[in-house]
């Protein structure tokens, strides 16, 4: 007799073990922990602080735990938080609107004029030297103690790095773009407006990024000399007083407006120049 031929019977699909399901689980996870890494260190950092605060007493006029700079912001009204928060951005836009109003015509001139170049660029290397710290108190009885001195000891440390990084944009147009409006008989206007100054947007952009944090940097330096409103004046009071979670619930408001005002910039370009962008970011 034949012998019987015997076969494992076949499993059905929903018995059969889903071999990607481990991976595929994986990849979530992953994704998942890539996306919020950020806010799971800034949460972990939190933890760590009040924690490190709590177990080794740390005196809070010493540092105070992220609990007690809350209830410092408590212990202080809206509507004071909202006067020097006010203050601050009213200097800080001021200045911000007139590095970028000064910087970028400046640079255009740079890039046309070789000779202007070697003229003006050594005094704008010279001036930002010049520690602003040291000069504000002069700026400020020369011109008052109106929001003018403000603005311009703003302008002063903004200005810089849109005027240099526009410079060195415009300048690297490729010269096979320079030479081809040439041979197209553009004059000197058209070839800024329409070769350089669309090849420097990307260095343009990076340069206004850079100069939102200065810009809130220049406006509490000026409301550390001389101020009655703004949140740098309410740090040097709330500190005199040793009052320092109040101190450090105003640096926290000026790390946002930073935060804010460098996301409102990539927004901006996002929205008017989004070929500017690197494609990762597009």
């Not at 799971?40 to 760590?48: D, T």
């Not at 003006?120 to 710290?133: G, K």
């Not at 946002?256 to 494609?279: C, D, E, M, T, Y």
Request: charged share 10%; aromatic share 10%; net charge positive.
């Amino acid at each position: 007799m034949p012998s019987p031929i015997t076969s494992a019977p076949a499993s059905s699909p929903a018995m059969q073990p889903d071999a990607r399901r481990g991976p595929s689980l994986w990849r979530r996870v992953s994704a998942l922990i890539n996306r919020f890494s950020p806010a799971l260190a800034f949460i972990g950092l939190l933890l760590v602080w009040e924690i490190g605060c709590r177990v080794f007493k740390v005196p809070a006029f010493l540092l105070p735990s992220p609990s007690m700079i809350v209830v410092g912001a408590q212990e202080q009204s809206l509507a004071i938080w909202g006067t020097h928060l006010w203050a601050t951005l009213r200097v800080a836009l001021m200045g911000y609107a007139m590095a970028i109003v000064i910087s970028i015509p400046l640079a255009m001139m740079l890039a046309s004029s070789k000779t202007l170049a070697r003229t003006v660029y050594p005094l704008i290397v010279i001036v930002h030297s010049t520690p602003i710290v040291a000069i504000a108190p002069i700026i400020v009885v020369t011109m008052g103690a109106s929001d003018l001195p403000r603005v311009v000891i703003t302008f002063l440390i903004t200005f810089f790095p849109i005027v240099v990084t526009t410079t060195t944009g415009l300048l690297a147009t490729p010269e096979e773009l320079i030479e081809l409006s040439r041979s197209l008989r553009a004059d000197r206007t058209r070839e800024m407006l329409n070769i350089r100054l669309p090849f420097a947007l990307p260095y343009i952009f990076s340069a206004l990024k850079i100069s939102t944090t200065l810009a809130v940097v220049g406006a509490v330096v000026a409301e550390f000399v001389a101020a009655e409103h703004g949140l740098g004046y309410f740090i040097q009071f709330a500190t005199s007083f040793f009052k320092i979670n109040q101190s450090f619930a105003a640096l926290i408001l000026l790390v946002a407006i930073s935060l804010i005002f460098f996301q409102l910039v990539g927004l901006v370009q996002r929205v008017l120049a989004p070929w500017s962008l690197p494609k990762s970011e597009r």
